[in-house]
Structure formats: structure tokens, C-alpha cells
């Protein structure tokens, strides 16, 4: 019988910064939840409003429509990126030099910051400066994102895509070198085909990596705002105005503080609601998968 008792004393040394990280988290909330409750006409000019600024952008057309545009787009993404970053991890050296030379190119997009992808793909697209631009407009293509919703909608894919693949690839492929070697030997004596391996060896191991993949590109395409901000401004028209770039507009450009943080709120609880949903609608298949694994 082990009686040994669980030394949880080293919580002591993360205590301070979870409560300073709590802190830092929790008061710029509250000061968000007071302005949805207020009209603030200016420092001493306040009038409480109750829920008047929620219903009006639960019932903006605008609004839905941004939000409609931003659910395409991470639907988009999530089917581009999860299958093409668990493609590019399995065909990736599992070790040498080339292992190592290949991490760090892969990793490359990621060091680069938002708001410069935005102004490299902007310049990359130019029809006479621009590689891909005069490309497609060599080859009789009428390219043109500041005009055409289509070509700014497919430009915004691509960046996204170029730029958060490489970190779903990484995730997989560090799920795919946990996996002993033990289930690759098995499945050589059993002259497994490689369809057999990856569907019942790696993509079962790759489930928890996929669902951390998965929150974190849904969270960030979900809130996506530099990237296209800087290369279409939210156009042609309103075509690529997601709802980060409502709600900066509503908050900064209109100064409307009010209607902004109750907008706000409500962003903030569809994106945990929705993260909510995939991750446990992932962890109850993945129980499911073990249940019946173990009958």
C-alpha cells in the first residue's frame, strides 16, 4: 500500500503570477462590463442604459453580416489547415540535419508579425510590383483585390494559410515523434499499408494535439484583424470587414464606448462558447474511440 503523501507546496512559487495574470485579466473586463451598461457621452456624462446597447447589436444587420463573413472564413481555414499541416508533418524527416533544417523553414512564417504579412502579401499582390500579382496578370488573369471581392477573399485564404499552417504542422509533428516505435513495428509484421497506419495508429495519437490545433487556429482566424486590415481595409465595399474591424471601427474611429464593449462581450462569449463546443465535442469522440477500444 503507498501511503506517500502529494507535495503540492511548489503551487506556492505559480501562485503570485496566476494571481497577477487573474488581476490583469479581470479589471480591464469589469471596465469593459461597466461601459456595455452606460452611455458615455464624456468623462463626467454618464447615463445607465441596462441591456439597450446588447439588443441593439444582437439586432444590427451590419453585424450579422460581419459575423457571417468571419464564420466562413475560420470554417475555411480550419479545412485548409488542419489537413494540409497533418499532410506537410507526416511528409516532413523524422531526423538528421534535414529534420533540423526543415523546422526552422517551416517556422519561418510564424516569426514574422501581423501587421508585416499584411504589408508583404500587399505588396506580393501588386499587379506591377508584386511577384504573385504580375504572375497572374502575365498569364491574362484579371487580378485585382482592391475591385474584386473574389480575388481579395482568396488573397486573405492564401496569407492565413501561408502564414498559421506551419504551426499546425509543428503541433502534428511533435504528436507523430511521441508515438513509440513499438505500433510502427507491429504494423510492419502485420504489412499494415500506409492508409492503415495513419488512420489507426497516427491519427488516434494526433486527437489531443488536433484539438490544441484546432482552438488555437479557430480562436485567432475568429479574431483575425491585422493581416487583412493592412492589405484590404476591410474591402472591396465591406466584403472582408470582419467583426475585429467592426468593433475597432465602432470603438476607435466612432467612438461609440458603449455599444463597442457590449459588442465586445458578446464576441468574447461566442468565442468561448464555440471553443466550448469543439473541444468537447473532440474529447467525447475521443472517449468514445477508447470505450470501444477497450471492449
Known sequence: MN????????????LPMLVLVAFSAIIPLMTVVNYSVQDVLGPHAR?????????????DPALHAAFGRQVAFSLIILAIQVPLGIGIALLMPKKGWQASAVL???????????NVVGSIWQIFTRNDIGLMGWSLSEIGLDYNLTRNASDAWFTIILMDVWHWTPLVAML???????????YYQAARIDRASKWAVFRYIQL??????LVIAVL????????????????????PGSSTTFLSQSLTTMAIGQQDLGPSAA???????????????FYTTIMHMQKDKNSQGGA
Open 172 to 182: 502534428c509533428y511533435s504528436g507523430l515523434r511521441s508515438i513509440p516505435e513499438a
Open 3 to 14: 501511503n506517500k503523501v502529494q507535495n503540492n507546496r511548489a503551487w506556492l512559487l505559480v
Open 104 to 114: 526552422i523553414l517551416i517556422t519561418l512564417p510564424l516569426l514574422i508579425p501581423w
Open 204 to 209: 488516434p495519437k494526433l486527437t489531443n494535439v
Open 216 to 235: 488555437l487556429r479557430f480562436m485567432h482566424s475568429f479574431m483575425i484583424y491585422a493581416e487583412p486590415f493592412v492589405l484590404t481595409g476591410g474591402g
Open 47 to 59: 447615463f445607465f442604459t441596462g441591456t439597450e446597447w446588447f439588443s441593439t447589436m444582437l439586432n
Open 263 to 277: 459588442f465586445s462581450i458578446i464576441y468574447f462569449l461566442v468565442i468561448l462558447l464555440v471553443s466550448w463546443v
